[in-house]
């Protein structure tokens, strides 16, 4: 499967909060470093991750752009709040090895109407 077709199902599970689904697009050791946090490694850790997540605020992913470059995708997304970010995607195999994203914490928090950090 391409990288191209790997993150279009990985939006389509994101999008139905579909946890199982999200970690089985991802290698057994793949990291995912969100870099408003600390990297998360391994598939098992990243579906704890997802399940928290998810119990945690409404997320959607709205597609604005979706490359591909060899055994990467490039996503530039947004949500219905206003949100943007983007992530990188290196899928080796058909499986997400590694996934880095950037988005404004601070912005996520307040439209969640979650704590806000006191450091």
């Given at each position: ?35 408003v ?10 579906r ?6 998810f ?65």
């Open positions: 499967m391409s990288p191209r077709a790997v993150i279009e199902r990985w939006v389509e599970a994101f999008n139905a909060a579909d946890v199982d689904a999200i970690a089985a697009l991802y290698a057994p050791d793949a990291v995912n470093h969100q870099v946090a600390d990297p998360v490694e391994g598939r098992e850790a990243i704890a991750m997802f399940v928290r997540e119990a945690e605020a409404d997320m959607t992913c709205l597609v604005e752009h979706l490359f591909e470059d060899g055994e990467w995708a490039i996503l530039e997304w947004r949500d219905p709040l206003g949100l943007r970010g983007c992530g990188f995607f290196h899928v080796v195999g058909g499986r997400i090895a590694f996934q880095r994203g950037y988005f404004d914490r601070l912005s996520f928090l307040r439209q969640q109407g979650l704590p806000l950090p006191t450091e």
